[in-house]
Structures are given as C-alpha cells and as structure tokens.
C-alpha cells in the first residue's frame, strides 16, 4: 500500500493530494465529483472518464501509461540492466506492423531454468470499475483476478508476445490494476528478474546512504522491494494529477455546477 511507504526520497512520496485520494479508496468513501460534463463535451465527469478521455487528441490514459512505463526503465537501468524503449523492427515481427513492446530488456541475470537474459515487456493499468472489468471482479474469488484476465489477453492477442517466444525472449505482459494497485503475476515476475540482477551485490553502509537510495543500488532484495514502492507512488501520484487536471478543465469551462440563488431583499 504506497500510503505505508516510509518517504525515504522523493521516489517514494505521496503527495497530500494523492494520499488523501488514496486513502478514500482503501477506506472505500467515495469522491464526490462537479456534477458536471467533462470538457470534452460527450460524458459526465468521473474518475474513470477523466483518464480515459480522448480530448486533446492523446488520451490522458496514454501519458499515466508512459510515465509508469518510463519509471519500469529507469528501474531497470538502475539494477545494472540494459533497457531499450518501444523497440521497432523486431525480428519475425509482419510485415507493415508498427507496434510492439514496451521496454525491451537485455543482459538479465539467469537464475531458474526457464528465465533468459532477453525479454520484451508490455506493462498495462486495466480499469476494474468498467462494465466489464466489474463482471470479472464479481466472479473473482481473490484480488488481481482484472490483472490476470489482462495479462493473458497480451499473451493470446499480441503479435510481439509470439516474436519473443520465436526470438527465444522472455515475454513480461505486466499488469497493475487501476485502483487497487494490486499487481498481475507477469507485473511480479517481471519485477523480480530486474531486481535478480543485483544478486551478490551488497549496500555499502559505509557510503553516502541518501545517494544509494536515490539511485536504488542495493542488493536484490532490497532493490525489489524499493523498486516495487516507487513504482505504485510514482503511478498515484502520476494518477491524481490527472485525474485533478481533468477536473480543473471541466471547472473552467461549465463551473463547478453549484448554482446559486440571489433572493433581492424586497426593501
């Protein structure tokens, strides 16, 4: 839970804002919104709809997305791995296909039979409080049940998970649910073989611990779990900025939806 995070840097600190937001969400009090359209015109403001909406040309989903997916590089840069973004031209990939991964990932560290040093990873944040995120949940015996139905979709649907495992790579399709923060079973795993890479590596107490921290290189363990909190603060931090910027617009353009009622004194 980022709000138990100990602000050792700024890596691993909420803001009040974000921790105000985030506290609601554990404690299950619901956010009363304007009761107003967004500034896009076509919907009711809602947490959901702010960060997913598609005003501006780039959905504000598409920069929560990329921030997080630039933090999973620089944790991996961090842990000694090298990290290339959005790999293009991948070998066996079709012919006029543009996409693919994420992050591809080179020189980890092979500590259990079925890791290699290679791997191409797809990291996603799916909505649980969507129409048919919530019929997952319902079904669900457990947490993570939206990150895992999310992860294997990656899996069956996508072409660059079939490149990986022709290639020889590892796939990572590494998920974290929205709101809950809870993480899929690739979203760990992955996490783990970045970390793996310090293994044998010990933290030297006797250096400048604040720069240490700061530049997370430490032994595995503690690189994982460091790592692990950076990851869900920068994500609630990154979450709540725009989800109050979405909020701010829509103010700005249609109020804040109180209408108030000037009774002129009859004298």
């Excluded at 020889?168 to 993480?183: R, V």
Aim: with cysteine; proline share 4%.
């Amino acid at each position: 839970m980022p709000a138990m995070c100990v602000p050792i840097t700024a890596a691993v600190t909420l803001d009040d804002r974000a921790m105000v937001a985030h506290l609601r969400h554990c404690l299950m009090i619901p956010e009363q919104m304007p009761d107003i359209q967004c500034s896009c015109g076509k919907q009711r403001l809602s947490r959901a709809h702010v960060l997913s909406c598609s005003k501006g040309e780039i959905s504000q989903w598409v920069h929560l997305h990329d921030r997080s997916r630039d933090l999973v590089m620089r944790m991996a840069r961090a842990c000694g791995v090298s990290a290339v973004l959005e790999p293009r031209g991948l070998a066996m990939q079709s012919d006029g296909f543009e996409g693919g991964p994420d992050i591809k990932l080179s020189g980890m560290l092979v500590t259990l039979p079925d890791d290699r040093p290679t791997a191409l990873v797809d990291v996603t944040f799916p909505t649980e409080d969507n129409p048919t995120n919530l019929k997952i949940l319902m079904k669900a015996d457990k947490p993570g049940a939206v990150a895992k139905v999310k992860e294997l979709e990656k899996h069956r649907q996508r072409e660059y998970a079939y490149v990986a495992e022709k290639s020889g790579f590892q796939f990572y399709a590494a998920a974290m649910e929205k709101q809950s923060l809870t993480q899929g079973q690739g979203h760990k795993e992955m996490l783990r073989r970045v970390a793996a890479h310090r293994h044998g590596e010990d933290f030297n107490a006797d250096i400048d611990n604040e720069y240490s921290y700061k530049k997370g290189v430490w032994c595995a363990r503690t690189a994982w779990a460091y790592w692990r909190q950076a990851l869900m603060v920068e994500f609630v931090n990154n979450r709540e900025e725009t989800i109050a910027k979405g909020v701010a617009k829509a103010i700005a353009r249609y109020g804040d939806g109180v209408h108030d009622v000037c009774v002129k004194c009859p004298l």
